[in-house]
């Protein structure tokens, strides 16, 4: 069993950036993906960003040029870099881990809010 655990959000004004840590609390030798999802009050969840073990991405296109996700695959680490933020982007972003055997984990959230 592995636990994510997220870190990075905060409050930034528009045209700000932040960035994104999930980081696995045990080892993971192995993994299909990983990467990111949000949800913004009263809508469903929404694929952000993911990742293989290998580097091969796939980013959203509503954040597509602004967002950036990366891999620390011996730390078991993914990074999602935020950049040119817009209050659209306030959601609770959740990590996400699939692992080779299919065994899917979350993390618990962390929020993210951009005024203006």
């Known amino acids: 069993q592995v636990q994510l655990v997220e870190s990075g959000g905060g409050l930034v004004q528009a045209g700000g950036s932040l960035r994104l840590s999930c980081a696995a609390s045990?080892?993971?030798?192995?993994?299909?993906?990983m990467g990111w999802y949000r949800q913004a009050p009263g809508k469903q969840r929404e694929l952000v960003a993911l990742?293989?073990?290998?580097?091969?991405?796939n980013v959203a296109g509503s954040v597509k040029g602004r967002f950036t996700i990366s891999r620390d695959n011996a730390e078991n680490t993914v990074y999602l870099q935020m950049n040119s933020l817009k209050p659209e982007d306030t959601a609770v972003y959740y990590c996400?881990?699939?692992?080779?055997?299919?065994?899917?984990?979350w993390g618990q959230g962390t929020q993210v809010t951009v005024s203006s």
């Open positions: 990742i293989t073990y290998t580097g091969t991405t």
């Open positions: 996400f881990l699939r692992m080779i055997t299919g065994d899917d984990y």
């Open positions: 045990r080892s993971i030798f192995s993994f299909n993906l």
